[in-house]
């Protein structure tokens, strides 16, 4: 855990890690990937940190009760997203059956509600890969 | 029963399903001819999904949008499988502790 190499490098790639993961989820409706690939880079970046740094230096940056609480998010965050369609008058996760304006294709801020779902997908599965990590490390 | 009287009667079986599989073959169109059943879903994504949805990646035009409730149950999935294993591991780690998790 001393190696200085080791330190430097990963300390440099984390973020540039989680950087092309939070490139690749707000990408999802433009380019091949989306929540599910976007968000297992954003979570293998943490836990490339973490076998790197030790379990502590981790929990030290992200608590735990952080961690499950921004496990709750996903979820939550993309049910909430389906009751806007269900607040413009339309079903449960409507998009532009229910009006939301969906912009000139191929841009960033298009597509209507489906960016949007997308980060969602992402917290809900960097998540999973983090907290599934921490738990079955904190075990041995 | 014996395992050797279940042998006998396991070939009529086998014969059976056998037989039924390669009735369902026989019903199958012939391989690389359009098969009209299930195509029509196939082309309205690939015509009308950049308009419906806006998404220029057609999958997540799918996955998040034609089919958004399916994803959000998949999430749910993962969620629950989480939780899942988050409570049995801490339960033996607060077990092993001596500390309770209110």
């Not at chain 1, 076998?51 to 709750?72: C, D, N, Q, S, Y």
């Not at chain 2, 994504?45 to 308009?51: A, D, R, T, V």
């Amino acid at each position: 855990m001393e190696d200085v190499i080791l330190n430097e490098v990963i300390s440099r790639a984390v973020p540039v890690i989680h950087l092309f993961g939070v490139y690749v989820v707000v990408h999802g409706h433009l380019s091949p990937g989306g929540g599910f690939a976007g968000g297992s880079v954003m979570g293998i970046a943490l836990v490339l940190f973490a076998l790197v740094f030790g379990l502590k230096a981790t929990l030290r940056i992200v608590p735990e009760g952080l961690l499950t609480v921004l496990t709750t998010l996903g979820p939550l965050w993309y049910a909430g997203t389906g009751i806007i369609g269900m607040l413009l008058g339309h079903e449960f996760l409507a998009n532009a059956q229910a009006g939301v304006p969906l912009g000139r294709a191929g841009s960033v801020l298009s597509s209507g509600l489906v960016p949007v779902i997308t980060v969602g997908v992402g917290i809900s599965v960097a998540l999973t890969v983090v907290v599934l990590f921490v738990a079955l490390v904190e075990e041995d | 029963m014996r395992p050797r009287h279940l042998v006998f009667l396991s070939i009529p079986l086998v014969l059976a399903v056998g037989v039924v599989l390669l009735l369902v073959m026989i019903e199958m169109p012939p391989y690389g001819t359009p098969n009209p059943t299930f195509n029509y879903v196939m082309e309205r994504y690939n015509k009308h999904g950049l308009e419906e949805t806006g998404a220029t990646n057609i999958v997540t035009g799918i996955i998040l949008d034609y089919r958004a409730y399916d994803t959000l149950i998949e999430t749910t999935v993962l969620f629950t499988a989480t939780m899942g294993a988050l409570l049995t591991l801490r339960a033996r780690r607060d077990k092993t502790c001596g500390r309770r998790h209110p």
